[in-house]
Nanobody, 116 residues
Framework: QVQLVESGGGLVQAGGSLRLSCAAS????????MGWFRQAPGKQREWVAS???????NYVSSVKGRFSISRENAKNTVYLQMNSLKPEDTAVYYC??????????WGQGTQVTVSS
């Protein structure tokens, strides 16, 4: 059974930092591209960042320079370091795992709330 479990969300003041973690089980983690998405109230889910199996990273423009995605294959975990947080970063954050020929897997999400 595949599971992606996010943690690390919470309430933080604007300008603060949080580090999200997503622990995967039931997949060969090193063969999956990992990503972070977020969904704010009343808005569609949007892609935030991704890390390929080869370690390349990409970010949506609104978080470039503030967020950093990393993966630790030995721990089957992907992280999202979020610095200089803004109220508009408030959302439920989800991780996902993708590989060619397999379903896309999602975690249950973790709430991030940034107060002004």
């Amino acid at each position: 059974q595949v599971q992606l479990v996010e943690s690390g969300g919470g309430l933080v003041q604007a300008g603060g930092s949080l580090r999200l973690s997503c622990a995967a089980s039931g997949i060969l983690f090193s063969r999956y591209g990992m990503g972070w998405f977020r969904q704010a109230p009343g808005k569609q889910r949007e892609w935030v960042a991704s890390a390929t199996t080869g370690g390349s990273t990409n970010y949506v423009s609104s978080v470039k320079g503030r967020f950093s995605i990393s993966r630790e294959n030995a721990k089957n975990t992907v992280y999202l370091q979020m610095n200089s947080l803004k109220p508009e970063d408030t959302a439920v954050y989800y991780c996902n795992a993708q590989a060619v020929g397999t379903p896309v897997y999602w975690g249950q999400g973790t709430q991030v709330t940034v107060s002004s």
